[in-house]
């Protein structure tokens, strides 16, 4: 069974360019969360969609990140425009259902210069 | 608010001796704790976890870890390092019911021959 895959794995791209995260999650996984690690900090939560609703949004820093979740696959995360502290790690995550655990991909390093 | 604490932020050890990661969550209801670990270019990979029961808990790679409600710890242990160990290590609890999930700081592991 393929894990969770994000593409891509790294992406350099200036200030003000838009650049398009990608997570593939395991089938069959009704959640899917997105992450960030920005340099030094802790990982911190974005966001929690339930096959393509978004349950939980709370962590999104502004208006310039926007996720997608079309049919309750794949998900997206588009930076526009991306700025220098977007740079960071950018997890995606599925689990199944409640209680369960929460599968990792191997995660996107942003390089915004 | 709630948080998990990791003390550490590095920790050297050698390779063949015994290995301990603090980690502190602070919540009042059950927690739901998860030790994940990052090893150079690969995703986050779940080592073991805590939902009720047997307070020592085993998991893969031959860690386990203690949680102990009355010092608000889940500290993770290995008796053995092996130099494949060096990696970070992050502590998580879970926030929601949904696995929305918060993670300390971590921990960076370096093995010495």
């Known amino acids: 069974e393929a894990g969770v895959t994000q593409f891509p794995s790294h992406s350099v791209i200036e200030k003000g360019q838009t650049v398009t995260l990608r997570c593939d999650p395991i089938s069959g996984h009704d959640n899917l969360y997105w992450y960030r690690r920005v340099m030094g900090k802790e990982i911190k939560f974005l966001l929690h969609?339930?096959?393509?609703?978004?349950?939980?949004e709370s962590g999104m820093p502004n208006n310039r990140f926007l996720a997608e979740r079309t049919g309750g696959t794949y998900s997206t995360l588009k930076v526009q425009p991306a700025e220098l502290e977007d740079s960071g790690v950018y997890f995606c995550?599925?689990?199944?259902?409640?209680?369960?655990?929460?599968?990792f991909g191997q995660g996107t390093r942003l390089t915004v210069v | 608010a709630q948080s998990v604490t990791q003390p550490d932020i590095h920790i050297t050890v050698s390779e063949g001796a015994s290995l301990e990661l603090r980690c502190n969550y602070s919540y009042g209801a059950t927690p739901y704790l998860f030790w994940y670990v990052q090893s150079p270019g690969q995703g986050l990979q779940l080592l073991l976890k805590?939902?009720?029961?047997?307070?020592l808990v085993q998991g893969i790679k031959g860690f386990e870890a203690e949680f102990k409600r009355s010092q608000s710890s889940f500290n993770l242990r290995k008796p053995s390092v092996h130099w494949s160990d060096a990696a970070e290590y992050f502590c998580?609890?879970?926030?929601?019911?949904?696995?929305?999930?918060?993670f300390g700081a971590g921990t960076q592991v370096v093995v010495t021959p």
């Open positions: 805590y939902f009720s029961g047997d307070t």
């Open positions: 995550a599925s689990s199944h259902g409640e209680n369960t655990e929460a599968f």
């Open positions: 998580a609890d879970r926030t929601d019911s949904w696995g929305k999930l918060q």
């Open positions: 969609f339930v096959k393509e609703s978004k349950q939980d």
